[in-house]
């Protein structure tokens, strides 16, 4: 693991993608930049992601697993759950919310994922920004939270320890993952071997929902399950839903079948 530190940076997500694609050599697998001063961060969808200098972890890093290219939708939410278990060992409640954001147990918003498939496919960029201290002022919105919140006065790792914790963990999760695909050929879903380790971290399941669409329509049920590449399963709340057409979703027995969304958990 190499981890390159910047005293700011605009998108590390955007200055990776252009390095990695531009001089592949010089950006192996797991190798990183990070920056405590991120400025113009990305989100999903476009959306721009800021915080104050010194209060949130950025860094994107290159992954070029072993895996085939169909597969590739599955590390946001391996790399969501390794995260998720290493804050929790340090006292974090910190819970998967699909496709890729960790919640603390009472909802609010510790850390946000996005991975980019770089152009020749060689392999992923995943971004992650987590809330470290926000510092006596507090959360700058209210459904947010850091890890400074949820663990003793001064027992927050430095930035540069925790990341290495965290890629430790990401590592060792993702070849679990390409280790499980590979000894159990097909179709990857939630009830494949490779997916356990996700299945469990993932608070979305079993969970009132309501599914924010791409076209600006809304579905509400109960998130049942995880397909094929990772995508979520729901049962309509109204059950008329499954005799039209969800926009934005494919039908799947009793269950629809949602691949790009924004979710809201309402209840379990």
Same mark, same amino acid.
């Not at 290219?69 to 969501?80: P, Q, R, Y």
């Not at 998967?96 to 496919?121: F, H, M, T």
């Not at 309509?236 to 057409?245: I, L």
């Given at each position: 693991?190499?981890?390159? #530190?910047?005293?700011?940076?605009d998108?590390?997500?955007?200055q990776?993608?252009a ?7 010089? #950006? ?16 999903r ?15 994107? *890093?290159?992954?070029?697993? !072993? ?6 939708? #599955? *590390? ?21 919310? #699909? ?25 992923? *960029?995943?971004?992650l ?23 003793? !006065?001064? @027992?927050?790792?430095? @930035? ?22 590979? !000894?159990?050929? &097909? ?8 997916a ?11 969970? !009132? ?15 049942r ?27 799947? &027995? ?8 924004? *979710? ?5």
């Open positions: 693991m190499t981890v390159t #530190w910047l005293e700011q940076a998108s590390t997500q955007e990776l993608i390095q990695a694609a531009a001089q592949p050599d010089r #950006w192996p697998h797991l190798s990183a930049l990070a920056t405590l001063n991120q400025r113009s961060g990305r989100g969808r476009g959306r721009g992601w800021t915080t104050a200098p010194g209060t949130a972890l950025s860094v994107s *890093v290159v992954l070029r697993p !072993e895996l085939p290219v169909e597969h590739f939708s #599955w *590390v946001t939410l391996v790399a969501a759950a390794a995260t998720s278990a290493e804050l929790r060992s340090l006292g974090v409640p910190a819970q998967v919310k #699909w496709p890729n954001d960790l919640l603390a147990e009472d909802g609010r918003k510790l850390c946000g994922i996005l991975a980019s498939v770089l152009p020749d496919q060689s392999g992923i *960029v995943l971004g920004g987590l809330n470290l201290d926000f510092g006596p002022g507090g959360a700058p919105v209210p459904t947010a939270t850091s890890v400074a919140e949820w663990v003793p !006065e001064g @027992a927050v790792p430095s @930035a540069p320890d925790l990341l290495n914790a965290l890629l430790g963990a990401l590592s060792a999760r993702l070849d679990g993952f390409t280790r499980a695909v590979r !000894e159990h050929p &097909g179709e990857v879903d939630g009830a494949h071997p490779a356990a380790g996700v299945v469990g971290r993932l608070a979305t399941l079993g969970t !009132e929902v309501t599914v924010h669409l791409p076209d600006g329509s809304r579905l509400t049920g109960t998130a399950a995880l397909g094929p590449g990772g995508t979520l399963l729901v049962e309509p709340a109204d059950r008329g839903k499954m005799d039209t057409a969800v926009p934005g979703t494919t039908r799947r &027995g009793d269950l629809l079948e949602v691949s790009a969304a924004d *979710v809201v958990h309402l209840r379990r």
